[in-house]
């Protein structure tokens, strides 16, 4: 598995086009993509086969601040309406594969695993609002730590659909106080990639215990005055197919995201 | 059937409640929505057998201006999570009954042809948006002139899914430049409810002929400066029922919309 801390973007990979991103991924590469072709939307992906795509859709939208739904692709699709020349077997830096709701596998490229059925759901990502966030001067701790947000599994149970049910999975960023309005309005003008956050300050009011063992990225160093500010995360679909167990399923690996043609700007509804 | 000019709510029906308005559409006032249960926000509705259930939840993701989706029930359920006591077979003032495309019936109650299968999709509807137009100082002209908004037929083809296509259907209001600026960002903070317009000035743009002619509702009087403001309309499932003709489905009649317990201003992003 991959779960050591990680290198973010470096200048060379942020200056990427999602082009030559997905190109690199493609041939390998199996990096982080915060901060990757800066400026352009990543997703989260999830494919399941094509008798369990009405429940997922329907988990996606009976809970749409986890779940915002930014493509569905027809049964064996491998391309996106996100990307012009885009392949979903091979274009994410690293993929999970699951079977009966069982981590199987982690690799680079899906095309032994893929099936005729599938079909691929593409989830907002929150890197998506950071952008803005940077822009109105909220400062992106885990982004200074050259760390993946931190992503935990709280006590907060989506709404269900079908057989399809789990927890509401959470990435947290700490936002200085002064900070709090700005977050709060910049990622609520973009509800297409997960919008405001559902809670700031207790983690104990999600079931959180220890921030610093996150279910899923890096922890994350707060400041003295820091808030931990918590929003609905696009991997809750993978703690949907952990707790209810399809046959079988793909999804990107945390935090090695799609990335698609989308500027981030063009998720604001302004 | 239904199409003659009418006369919206009175101080009457506006200051009811949401449960109020269900009630006395249940016992058959039939009458058009717009202003009833003023603050309280509306739905479409379009019910289609579980068979085409997925073409319909696909259709609705992939015309997301269009097909706002607030609500999704499970097959043969009667209740929504809009309003805690509704029945949705009997609390709109009016429906459609279409079977192979066509339209059957416009009975004031649908439990005689209700069937267990069905699956209800509940609609985001402009006229939640009007109250922030309205706040903002945006002169609603339907609304002054005592008529229901008028809604065309374009010629712009919605992405399609599975068996489903067919034309976005528009809301038209007539907007003084001055008020232009406003009438865009204040819808546009609401996306759950159709958000910003899919165009404004010329209707040609659109396919649309002739303004004084409506495919649904009324025709309203532009004042000598108002720009025709379009936005992506909840009817667009009716006409995709029409153009793809699933055997049987159920909508609301355009302009009695299901009325819900949710504030109007809940769909607003900030």
Sequence with gaps: MDDRPVVLADDTTRAWSPRTAR???????AIPTAGVAAGYAQANLVSVPADWAYDMLLFCQRNPRACPLLDVTDAGSTSTVLASDAD???DLPRYRV???GELVDEPTDVRAYWRDDLV???IGCSFTFEWALAAAGVPLRHVEQGRNVPMYRTTWQCRSAGRLSGPMVVSMRPVPPEHLDDAIRESGLMPAVHGAPVHCGDPSALGVDDLDRPDFGDRVELAPDDIPVFWACGVT???AVMASRPPFALTHAPGRMFVGDARDEQF???
Tied chains: 1, 2.
């Design 98 to 100: 699951w079977e009966g």
């Design 88 to 90: 979903l077997r091979t």
């Design 120 to 122: 691929s759901f593409l």
């Design 23 to 29: 190109a690199r991924f493609r041939e390998g590469l």
């Design 237 to 239: 679909p993978q703690a």
């Design 268 to 270: 604001r509804v302004l």
